[in-house]
């Protein structure tokens, strides 16, 4: 049963204690507000003012789990913090685990300081939770798939499309890559698991991936420098940093170019790019 007044007083509560620049927005000059603005809080929640505002009110339907999951990462909250907010609000909360995809509030707050820089948090199976403004100006938006097609595993193998981002030269090794990761997590997880479903897919729609997959290959590493082929500013080396959070197997990926070269300029041609396609 949902606890209206508990659910509307910890929505209260977290949504003062957040500041603008903890969710990577401007603060603004004649700010007035403690913490954050209720249509602050939706808009990061991907949801209506409305809505957001009813909970806080103690009206409005009972949230669904996917409600509650958007208002939980908008609010950058801990696992632990997740949880109650499902508690309150009448259900069980979501399994923890590799599988979860609830992204901790460290990496979502190193992920909004980082605007200026193409990067993106995924998932072990390589779905992309979210991007910075340049991670989508890099590669497109790639929060936008569903199903077995969030993987860009999956993608490589089924969609020509996926391919075309990358240098031409790239494509074998990618290939080998993408299958012997599978391979690995299919091993660490098991038969029942989300990647062995992800194999049992390829297997029946990949020639390709079933050639490579018979090679049983394991452990082949992504290089540090990536050569992406965009469609507007062209050819790019950029250097691949990853941060890795154990507890949920998500990884945030930042990608630079070294300062005074092509790749580096044409980084700069793409932040005006993407602020102009944003606007």
């Known amino acids: 049963m949902i606890d209206r007044t508990g659910l509307a007083e910890f929505l209260r509560n977290r949504r ?16 007035r507000t403690s913490g954050l603005r209720c249509e602050e809080v939706a808009s990061l929640c991907h949801m209506s003012v409305d809505y957001y505002s009813r909970l806080e009110r103690e009206r409005g339907p009972q949230p669904s789990h996917r409600m509650l999951a958007s208002i939980a990462q908008g609010l950058h909250m801990s696992l632990d913090e997740r949880d109650h907010l499902f508690r309150l609000a009448g259900h069980n909360p979501p399994p923890r685990g590799t599988s979860n995809e609830h992204v901790a ?9 980082l605007d200026d820089t193409p990067a993106e948090i995924v998932t072990e199976l390589g779905e992309t939770l979210r991007q910075s403004p340049m991670g989508v100006a890099l590669t ?7 199903g077995p097609a969030r993987s860009v595993g999956y993608r490589w193998f089924t969609d020509p499309a ?17 299958a012997a990761g599978l391979r690995g997590l299919v091993t660490l997880r098991g038969p029942r698991s989300r990647a062995a479903h992800l194999a049992e897919l390829l297997l029946a729609r990949s020639e390709e991936f079933r050639r490579v997959w018979d090679d049983h290959e394991i452990g082949i590493r992504p290089h540090d420098v990536k050569r992406f082929v965009h469609p507007e500013v062209g050819a790019l080396e950029l250097t691949c940093q990853r941060l890795l959070d154990p507890d949920q197997a998500h ?29």
């Open 105 to 113: 509030p460290g990496l979502l707050r190193v992920l909004d300081r």
């Open 140 to 146: 497109g938006d790639t929060t936008r798939y569903t």
């Open 16 to 31: 003062q204690a957040l500041q603008p620049e903890d969710v990577g927005l401007p603060r603004g000059r004649r700010r």
């Open 162 to 178: 996926a391919r075309r981002i990358h240098a031409p030269e790239e494509h074998p090794f990618l290939t080998r890559m993408y």
């Open 251 to 279: 990884l945030l990926l930042v990608y630079t170019a070294i300062p005074g070269t092509e790749s580096h300029e044409k980084l700069q041609m793409l932040s005006v790019i993407g602020a102009q396609t944003l606007r």
